[in-house]
């Protein structure tokens, strides 16, 4: 059984919007931190975005004023809206979340911008 489900990746011109959904299983939901990270093809994983404790946000560089995270305690969904994309967002989107001691991945959702 999957903890962690991504889903709204696809194919999305340059300039448009995607919204990344995660849903994290109540076995290991917690508010400590959520987190989307991203890797392209021949590059490392990178961290995307975070929501930790009360509800703080921090970005990458690369996507401040463009991305934002959010989450939905009652859903215990985790999202991350993405407007005006870039061809360099195109990546593999994973969701990841902290419980007791360690991180938790989901399966990842494939993203990609055409110029």
């Known amino acids: 059984q999957e903890q962690l489900v991504e889903s709204g990746g696809g194919l999305v011109q340059a300039g448009g919007s995607l919204r990344l959904s995660c849903v994290i299983s109540r076995s290991i939901f917690s508010l400590y931190d959520m987190n989307w990270h991203r890797q392209a093809a021949g590059k490392q994983r990178e961290l995307v975005a975070r929501?930790?404790?009360?509800?703080?946000?921090d970005y990458a560089d690369s996507v401040k004023g463009r991305f934002t995270i959010s989450r939905d305690i009652a859903k215990t969904t985790v999202y991350l809206q993405m407007n005006n994309l870039k061809p360099e967002d195109t990546a593999v989107y994973y969701c990841s979340t902290y419980y007791r001691g360690r991180y938790y991945w989901g399966q990842g959702t494939q993203v990609t911008v055409s110029s």
């Open positions: 929501i930790v404790g009360g509800g703080s946000t």
